[in-house]
């Protein structure tokens, strides 16, 4: 038996992508599998915590025992996290939200035209950035998927969203990433530490990230 590091804490784990919707047989999406966010969520578990989930449209099935909440765009996943905040003692946004979601959404199928099509985009919110400036007793654990400058991009995002920690992976190296059962992390802390982990199953890597969470949770 494992020792419950987590036990009776409440943790909030979003995970998969979202959609944001064009029309009604169209969306713009990502990558994301939901792997990275379920493991998290089942480790969490095992760990004693009390689990919420709330997860974008993937194919997998949820670990049993967390509370589960469906949502599809960013504004779904905006207002459910913020109906979760309050209650939570620890938050990790592994979801894959949405920058930028169409301007207009056209209620009819768009029909083809002759030529190209232009589509307008506009920003969603920042959750995570939101949760910075609002949070009062919660750990804030973000995630950061990066092509490039990764550790300058991870550092700007733990001060700029005010994050206790940052996962930052690199989404351009094999075996990292979205969709595999892999990834290659490095955890940014605010005091400027950083942790560096080998490649591992997504399963160990929520290990590790728990540990240091719980770690935190004791200071
Ligand atoms: O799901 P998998 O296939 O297992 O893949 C895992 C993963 C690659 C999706 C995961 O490891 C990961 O990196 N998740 C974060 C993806 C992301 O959107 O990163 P970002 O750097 O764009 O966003 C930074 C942080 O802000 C993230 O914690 C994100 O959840 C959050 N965010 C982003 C946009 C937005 N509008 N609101 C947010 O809160």
Redesign the pocket.
């Known amino acids: 038996k494992k020792p419950q590091l987590l036990k009776g804490k409440k943790v909030l784990i979003?995970?998969?992508?979202t959609r944001e919707a064009i029309d009604p047989v169209r969306f713009v999406t990502?990558?994301?599998?939901?792997?990275?966010?379920?493991?998290l969520a089942e480790q969490a578990i095992e760990l004693g915590a009390e689990v919420t989930l709330i997860t974008g449209p993937?194919n997998l099935t949820p670990p049993l025992n967390a509370h589960v909440i469906p949502v599809e765009s960013?504004a779904d996943?905006?207002g459910a996290?913020l109906s979760q905040f309050d209650s939570s003692d620890v938050v990790?946004?592994?979801?894959?939200?949405?920058?930028y979601k169409p301007k207009f959404y056209h209620v009819q199928k768009m029909k083809k035209q002759p030529g190209e099509n232009v589509i307008q985009f506009e920003?969603?919110?920042?959750?995570?950035?939101?949760?910075g400036e609002n949070k009062t007793h919660q750990l804030l654990?973000?995630?950061?998927?990066?092509t490039n400058n990764v550790e300058e991009?991870a550092r700007g995002?733990l001060e700029k969203?005010n994050?206790d920690m940052?996962?930052?992976?690199n989404?351009t190296v094999a075996g990292?990433?979205?969709?595999?059962d892999t990834?290659i992390?490095t955890i940014y802390n605010k005091d400027g530490s950083a942790i560096e982990l080998p490649k591992m199953s997504?399963a160990d890597i929520a290990k590790s990230i728990l540990a240091e969470v719980s770690r935190k949770q004791k200071e």
Not at 14 to 17: E, N, V, Y
Not at 141 to 146: D, H, K, N, P, Y
Not at 166 to 169: G, L, P
């Open positions: 979003t995970a998969g992508p990502n990558h994301s599998s939901g792997k990275m966010g379920y493991a993937v960013a996943m905006h996290v990790i946004m592994t979801a894959a939200v949405a920058d920003r969603t919110k920042d959750i995570l950035k939101e949760l654990v973000g995630f950061a998927a990066e991009y995002k969203k994050a940052i996962v930052a992976n989404v990292a990433g979205f969709g595999t990834n992390v997504k």
